[in-house]
């Protein structure tokens, strides 16, 4: 069974860092993409980045582009996100996901399993 399990949340101040992993099971090349989503309480989840497990990749939304970064150890099958210059828009639960399609790097519809969900909290 699949299970991607997520850490690393927390509060920061307005232009803090944050690094979330993600503990993945099972083979990570049975997955075209692995990647992070977020979602805001009344919002749309969103597609925040991913990377692709054969070749490395990576897709990142226009919101976060040039502050986050998106790594995998395929040996330690961890996936990561480091979060920099924190901003209160980037509150929101962030998610591990994993995706065996092709297509919608940052396509939530894409993916097939989820992890339960980590929490990021900025302050201003």
């Known amino acids: 069974q699949v299970q991607l399990v997520e850490s690393g949340g927390g509060s920061v101040q307005d232009g803090g860092s944050l690094r979330l992993s993600c503990v993945i099971s099972?083979?990570?090349?049975?997955?075209?993409?692995i990647g992070w989503f977020r979602q805001a309480p009344a919002k749309e989840r969103e597609g925040v980045a991913a990377?692709?497990?054969?070749?490395?990749?990576?897709y990142f939304a226009d919101s976060v582009k040039g502050r986050f970064s998106i790594s995998l150890d395929n040996g330690k099958k961890l996936l990561y996100l480091q979060m920099n210059s924190l901003k209160p828009e980037d509150t929101a639960m962030y998610y591990c996901?994993?995706?065996?399609?092709?297509?919608?790097?940052?396509?939530?519809?894409?993916?097939?399993?989820w992890g339960q969900g980590t929490q990021v909290t900025v302050s201003s």
């Open positions: 099972g083979y990570i090349y049975s997955w075209y993409y």
């Open positions: 996901a994993a995706s065996s399609r092709q297509w919608g790097a940052l396509n939530g519809a894409m993916y097939n399993y």
């Open positions: 990377i692709r497990t054969a070749g490395g990749g990576t």
